[in-house]
């Protein structure tokens, strides 16, 4: 039933969406000045991809670098999911167990529902895809395995793409830079360190779960512990790259169209949360995406009139780091979409 309503909003809103403005020529160098004033004008650093997908034009902002996705790679978690139920002809009512292993802190209400519970794997992507769902996003990673989803997001991505891991194995590779026992934690532990705010209180509470001195970690901050990890490369990729996984998405190579126009609703195709980009984008304007935060480092990622198989599509990608991933990156993330409606989505010029 939740298929068929899906599937009926998809339709009426494709019938009713109206067609994007012609952009101004030129709209590629007028958009880099822009976006080079917000980067200079912020901390940090910017990337932005930004693609018309009616004639091939794009924006390259540091965009052939990559950039840590944080929860912009449930995306490929989704569509490999789909892409293996394809293959298998299951059904995303097929429904899966919930495991204490699955669970881990972040967003989401997953992580504090007793284990053997079964669900759905549509509500699982919906809870994966809307709400964040951290623990939904492991057990679905889990229903595929880690290979399977590396394999079938390298063929989304190509080269451009990181390794991919599940969101209990971020904790552990972060939580190991301070101390390498981190690595043999229940993942309950997990849950409940994280219950500490982030910085000091976050390391003090580390360290007495493992038994630990201080003198006996190898870095003494949560900063220092996340940048050498940033360092590894996972979960991560360059911007044109999952550019291209969004192109691909909205032409409707990636999914049936039944899954697509699925995933279309659970990332927000007939919702406006005035938050990020999509803050600053006219509130008229059909923009599916995805958002991504983690310790100092931010994603968004898109596409605004992503229906007719992105027959007038624009593809956003954008990533920041070395900033607050909350009050400043959003802030930034709102420019950025300013700066495309007055570029692309603006009439006037």
């Not at 403005?21 to 912020?42: H, K, M, Y």
């Not at 192109?247 to 995933?263: M, N, R």
């Not at 495309?340 to 603006?346: C, G, K």
Request: with cysteine.
């Amino acid at each position: 039933m939740l298929l068929l309503a899906a599937l009926t909003l998809w339709t009426s809103l494709d019938a009713n969406a109206a067609p994007p403005d012609a952009p101004a020529a030129g709209w590629v160098d007028a958009l880099r000045q822009q976006v080079q004033r917000i980067d200079e004008s912020t901390p940090g650093q910017l990337g932005v991809f930004v693609k018309r997908l009616d004639n091939g034009e794009a924006l390259n902002y540091q965009a052939d670098r990559r950039w840590y996705l944080a929860s912009t790679a449930k995306l490929p978690v989704a569509l490999a999911v789909l892409q293996e139920l394809e293959a298998r002809r299951g059904s995303v009512q097929q429904k899966l167990v919930l495991q204490e292993g699955d669970k881990v802190d972040g967003s989401g209400a997953l992580v504090w529902q007793k284990a053997g519970g079964s669900y759905t794997i549509e509500s699982l992507l919906k809870r994966m895809m809307e709400q964040s769902d951290n623990t939904a996003a492991n057990l679905l990673v889990r229903s595929i395995g880690v290979d399977t989803l590396n394999r079938r997001a390298q063929a989304m991505m190509g080269d451009g793409l990181g390794p991919l891991t599940d969101f209990a194995q971020v904790r552990y590779d972060v939580y190991a830079e301070l101390h390498p026992r981190a690595r043999e934690l229940p993942r309950i532990d997990l849950v409940k360190i994280a219950g500490a705010p982030m910085g000091p209180q976050r390391v003090t509470a580390l360290r007495r779960t493992l038994g630990v001195q201080e003198d006996e970690l190898q870095v003494r901050s949560m900063d220092e512990a996340y940048d050498r990890y940033y360092q590894r490369g996972t979960n991560s990729a360059t911007l044109m790259a999952y550019g291209g996984m969004l192109e691909k998405l909205v032409k409707g190579e990636l999914v049936s169209p039944a899954h697509q126009q699925l995933l279309f609703i659970d990332m927000k195709f007939d919702r406006y949360d005035n938050y990020r980009l999509e803050a600053g984008l006219p509130r008229t304007v059909k923009f599916i995406h995805k958002t991504g935060t983690q310790h100092r480092r931010a994603c968004h990622m898109g596409v605004i009139h992503p229906q007719d198989d992105g027959r007038r599509g624009i593809v956003v990608a954008t990533c920041a780091e070395g900033l607050d991933e909350n009050k400043q990156a959003g802030a930034m993330f709102e420019q950025i979409g300013r700066a495309i409606t007055q570029t692309l989505l603006t009439s006037a010029n």
